[in-house]
């Protein structure tokens, strides 16, 4: 779920490359109010429901679709066995990929 976590952080964030000062694997991603350094810091979207909303929901729904299609397409997931944390990330990959 690791390469998940990241796709969905490239996404959600902007991103600049780390100085050598200080080497942050992966670089530096920018969100709005805080700056995460390296991958290994990123927010566990795959196993907090709440960082994905903090970073991921409010960019899907100002970007690419509505709330209840997001949830529609979540809680089919989830009635057929996948944890709702990675359920939520799994669907936001799908819609990302389709474009909404
Ligand atoms: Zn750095």
Redesign the pocket.
Known sequence: MKELNEKLAEWAFDKEE??LQ???EG??YIADDKIF??SWGLPNFTESIDASFKWLVPKYVSELGTMPYLFSRWLELIERGVEPAPALCLVLEKLIDEGG
């Open positions: 780390c100085d200080h080497p942050c670089g530096h350094y390296g």
